[in-house]
Structure formats: structure tokens, C-alpha cells
């Protein structure tokens, strides 16, 4: 993963803003680039003024992510249910669990794509759900747009500010997102295991 991490870095510092979008477009439709990596380069590109602005740069990352996430929404929301449909029953996902999902985000929506930006591999794939949840497309996008904007920019800002030193806060930071993760799954999982209870007591 560390490598093609690397490759994808490199094609930014090769590419320029150029590179820097159409990687983070693939880290958003479930490449693994590695954004926690490749965000932090680009910063770093920045102090040596290889890359002109570190506005410039997280604009940049920022539409990328939103053009990413699109691509996503689209293939969930127009070929989901279908690929469901075909191929569901070999990854015993079916319309029961399609359901699911889809009331997920009718009841979380907001906040699991808000949550969703800071957690690594997910963050890439969050859209194809929204998708095939038929989720609207104003909150989908603001709060796309929040969590992208603070992820990208404390990421790029990282690395600007640290050089050579952002390793260690991208490290330490995947760490943290991990645990975060974890604690979101735990929650949710809970309060569903709450309601339902009471539910059935009502």
C-alpha cells in the first residue's frame, strides 16, 4: 500500500495540480492512493515551491474529491440496485440489506458523510453508498464539501508546515482515524441495539 501510495505522490510532484486532481478523483471513486500520504506531499511541494500556493493546492484537492465523490454517487444511484440485483447474491448482500443501507442514510446521512471524510479506504468508497441510498444531493455534497475542506487542508497544511517532518503526523494520524473508526462503528451499532430493544418493549 506504502508504495503505490508513493507512486500516486510522485505523479502529483511530476504532474503538478494536474496530477494533484486526478489523483485525489481516484482516491474518491476507491483507489488506493492513500490521501494521507499523497496530501502532506503536496504540501511539502509547496515549501519548495514546487507548487506555486497552498490554497491552490487544497482547492484543487477539494474539487478533485467532490468530482470523485460524484462519480460514486452516480454509479451507486444509477447501477446499484441493478448490481445488487445481478450480483448480490454472491456477496449475500440482497434488497433486505439494500434497505438497510438505505435507511442508514435517510436516519444519518449527514453525519456519516461528514464522519466518513476522516476515515481512511472508506472515505473513497462513502459516495457509491450515498448513491445507491438515493441520498439528496444538497446535504451530500455540503457535507462532503466541510469534511474534504478540513481533511485536505490540514493534511496539505501539514506538510507544508513540517516538510520533511509530516511523516510523522501522517502516521500518528492514520493511527487516530483507525480508533475513530472504530468508535463510530461501535456507536452506531449500539444505538441501533438500543432502539431496537426498545422497540420491542414499546
Not at 487516530?176 to 420491542?200: D, E, S
Request: with cysteine; net charge positive.
Amino acid at each position: 500500500m506504502h508504495a503505490v501510495s508513493e507512486f500516486f505522490r510522485h505523479l502529483v510532484e511530476h504532474f503538478g495540480y494536474g496530477g494533484l486532481f486526478v489523483v485525489m478523483t481516484l482516491a474518491n471513486i476507491g483507489a488506493p492512493v492513500g490521501s494521507e500520504i499523497v496530501l502532506p506531499g503536496a504540501g511539502v511541494l509547496v515549501s519548495k515551491h514546487l507548487l506555486s500556493n497552498v490554497w491552490i493546492a487544497i482547492a484543487v484537492s477539494v474539487v478533485a474529491e467532490l468530482c470523485g465523490q460524484s462519480i460514486g454517487y452516480a454509479v451507486g444511484r444509477f447501477g446499484g440496485r441493478a448490481f445488487v440485483h445481478r450480483y448480490g447474491k454472491y456477496i449475500r448482500f440482497h434488497d433486505a440489506e439494500l434497505e438497510k443501507v438505505h435507511g442508514f442514510f435517510g436516519r444519518y446521512g449527514n453525519l456519516a458523510i461528514f464522519l466518513c471524510r476522516f476515515i481512511p479506504v472508506i472515505r473513497g468508497i462513502v459516495g457509491i453508498a450515498a448513491g445507491i441510498a438515493e441520498m439528496d444531493l444538497l446535504p451530500f455534497y455540503l457535507w462532503t464539501f466541510a469534511g474534504s475542506t478540513i481533511f485536505c487542508g490540514a493534511f496539505i497544511f501539514a506538510g507544508y508546515k513540517l516538510g520533511a517532518n509530516s511523516a510523522a503526523f501522517t502516521h500518528s494520524f492514520g493511527k487516530i482515524a483507525l480508533i475513530a473508526a472504530a468508535v463510530v462503528v461501535v456507536a452506531v451499532v449500539a444505538y441501533a441495539l438500543i432502539r431496537r430493544k426498545q422497540q420491542q418493549r414499546a
